[in-house]
């Protein structure tokens, strides 16, 4: 039985992995075109790249066919795509007139990514939790693109040099091996609203994101960014709460 159990594990799955290599030539074409200071162009890669990776789990879930196979070449193309990529791209729009501060900052992010990745990959499958501990990857890496294409609305097209997006670097590396917890969006929240109130909304922002999509991908993103330091302080200041609620009512 368990040699049975392994080598389903193992099976490889076409069309799930198909998906994933999609993201991974996204990944490697915004490489390519950060090279050639496309930078927008390199920015967009980044972002298609993460439908697809949101897409392979999906199709696998669907078609019952999850392997080891797939969850592995998953976390290896998810490092380029969303480690290497997104660094390579940071650093030749914003960071290289730094200096060795700057690509230090580049390093920093891949290594964060890769511990990212391989903390995921040793807990997720124990833990209950369906929510992210630190901020996933392609979220990160879809900060710095959504940043891009936001610099570009502003008119700025080329390199751009601000200490914001040096600092945004250093932010992204760090809150993707912290513990604050991310909405994963795997299940529909449970809001105080019927199911058609619930579609109106998403229709409504939609239709935002269609008319002014390079300022609302960066609001939105942002938003999902500081979602995770904002929900981790509200946790505590509501454990305090409890912890102080009792002692008042002893009080005579």
Excluded at 33 to 62: P, S, Y
């Amino acid at each position: 039985m368990t040699d049975s159990s392994s080598n389903m594990d193992n099976r490889f799955y076409p069309l799930p992995c198909m998906f994933t290599l999609a993201s991974l030539f996204c990944g490697f074409y915004s490489i390519v075109a950060a090279i050639n200071t496309e930078f927008k162009t390199a920015a967009i890669a980044i972002l298609v790249a993460a439908i697809f990776d949101t897409l392979d789990g999906r199709v696998a879930r669907m078609t019952q066919t999850t392997s080891q196979f797939g969850a592995e070449l998953d976390s290896l193309c998810d490092m380029v795509s969303f480690g290497v990529s997104p660094a390579i791209l940071a650093y030749l729009w914003a960071l290289h007139p730094y200096g060795r501060y700057g690509w230090l900052a580049a390093f920093l992010y891949v290594a964060m990514t890769s511990l990212r990745l391989a903390r995921f990959n040793t807990k997720d499958s124990t833990s209950s939790s369906k929510n992210f501990i630190g901020l996933p990857c392609p979220a990160a890496a879809a900060m710095i693109s959504a940043a891009v294409l936001f610099s570009h609305f502003l008119g700025v097209t080329g390199e751009v040099k601000h200490i914001s997006l040096l600092l945004l670097v250093y932010i992204l590396s760090y809150l993707m091996v912290s513990t604050h917890t991310y909405y994963s969006f795997k299940e529909l929240p449970k809001f105080k609203m019927n199911r058609f109130q619930m579609l109106v909304g998403l229709l409504l922002l939609f239709i935002l994101v269609a008319a002014e999509p390079q300022i609302m991908l960066f609001a939105l993103f942002l938003i999902y960014l500081v979602s995770g330091p904002v929900f981790g302080l509200m946790t505590k200041l509501r454990a305090v709460k409890k912890k102080t609620i009792p002692t008042k009512k002893r009080e005579p």
